[in-house]
């Protein structure tokens, strides 16, 4: 079995900042693409950044600039930090990972192994 574990969030102030981290454990094979989304009250969910295992990035738009995702494959971890957030940033954020885990049988790889999601607030 595998899972991710994350942490950081809470409230902040608009134009604060808030790093979010977010660890897969258990019987991890090899990591591939980790990835951020978001989904903010009767909204879809949606990608807010992703990270290749090669450290190649892509962001929405909404958030280029102000928001950076990092990943420490030796951890298997990735973050994400928020700068300059604003009201609309609110939204309970969930890390992906697509990764291959071994099981009693052999390998099995799957893209959609997801956190527990956390809710960011924005406000004053």
């Known amino acids: 079995q595998v899972q991710l574990v994350e942490s950081g969030g809470g409230l902040v102030q608009p134009g604060g900042s808030l790093r979010r981290s977010c660890a897969a454990s258990?019987?991890?094979?090899?990591?591939?693409?980790m990835g951020w989304y978001r989904q903010a009250p009767g909204k879809e969910r949606e990608l807010v950044a992703a990270?290749?295992?090669?450290?190649?990035?892509n962001y929405a738009d909404s958030v280029k600039g102000r928001f950076t995702i990092s990943r420490d494959n030796a951890k298997n971890t990735v973050y994400l930090q928020m700068i300059s957030l604003k009201p609309e940033d609110t939204a309970v954020y969930y890390c992906?990972?697509?990764?291959?885990?071994?099981?009693?049988?052999?390998?099995?790889?799957?893209?959609?192994?997801w956190g527990q999601g956390t809710l960011v607030t924005v406000s004053s």
């Open positions: 992906n990972a697509d990764l291959t885990y071994a099981t009693g049988g052999g390998y099995v790889r799957t893209p959609e192994v």
């Open positions: 258990g019987s991890i094979f090899s990591v591939n693409d």
């Open positions: 990270i290749t295992s090669g450290g190649t990035t």
